[in-house]
């Protein structure tokens, strides 16, 4: 499976401001996705990456608050913007796995996000 | 009724038991369905993929599915303390492109 890093690994904010989230994999791939998990809660998607193309969001989510980069095969951003303290949550990024593997989702180690 | 539907426990078993945790999907054409264990503070890790009816095996881990019931399991036989982690479920539907679904996960402890 590739290995998926991020950046920051956690962070604390205040409301009103904005927070990118980076990733980078060792492989390039096709399709990157951005998951939020909120406390006690299982992995919401919140939009897939393609690079050259618009992101793909989930019904409740928008561009205007999480906008997302994919400027090329191993790297994506997103940013959370305007945040507010229900944005507390742990921000996930996601690859297909390759060959056998490629109906597989693995996980980048995620971004805790505190918002005060 | 939630897409993908797993007890959230606590599951408590003690050590050297068999842990049975159970998930059941809505989607009838889903066609792929993944374990994850996610300790706490981490992220998901895969455990076992399985994509027909039947058992599938891997060490002390069997992953169960069935289709026509809608139902997948997974058994964890001679259960460690190490296994305590949350169990999430999670489906791919059928047809084209498909997003993967996760359940809420169940929660298991092994009690020394």
């Known amino acids: 499976s590739a290995v998926i890093s991020q950046k920051p690994s956690r962070d604390i904010c205040q409301r009103g401001t904005s927070l990118t989230i980076q990733c980078q994999v060792d492989s390039q791939v096709t399709m990157m996705f951005w998951y939020r998990q909120q406390p006690g809660q299982s992995l919401t998607l919140i939009a897939t990456?393609?690079?050259?193309?618009?992101?793909?969001?989930e019904s409740g989510f928008v561009i205007d608050k999480f906008p997302i980069s994919r400027p090329n095969l191993t790297f994506s951003t997103l940013t959370v913007s305007n945040m507010s303290p229900e944005d507390s949550s742990i921000y996930l990024c996601s690859v297909e796995g390759s060959g056998d593997s490629q109906e597989t989702q693995y996980f980048g180690p995620g971004t805790r996000l505190l918002v005060l | 009724q939630k897409e993908v539907e797993q007890n959230s426990g606590p599951l408590s078993v003690p050590e050297g038991a068999i842990a049975s945790l159970n998930c059941t999907y809505s989607?009838?054409?889903?066609?792929?369905f993944f374990w994850y264990r996610q300790y706490s503070g981490k992220s998901p890790e895969l455990i076992m993929s399985?994509?027909?009816?039947g058992d599938k095996e891997d060490g002390r881990f069997t992953a169960q599915l069935n289709k026509a019931s809608q139902y997948v399991s997974l058994l964890i036989r001679d259960s460690q303390p190490s296994d305590s982690a949350t169990y999430l479920c999670a489906v791919r539907g059928g047809g084209g492109y498909q997003k993967v679904t996760f359940g809420t996960g169940t929660k298991l402890q092994v009690i020394p």
């Open positions: 399985i994509y027909s009816n």
């Open positions: 990456a393609n690079q050259g193309s618009e992101a793909t969001y």
């Open positions: 989607d009838r054409v889903s066609q792929s």
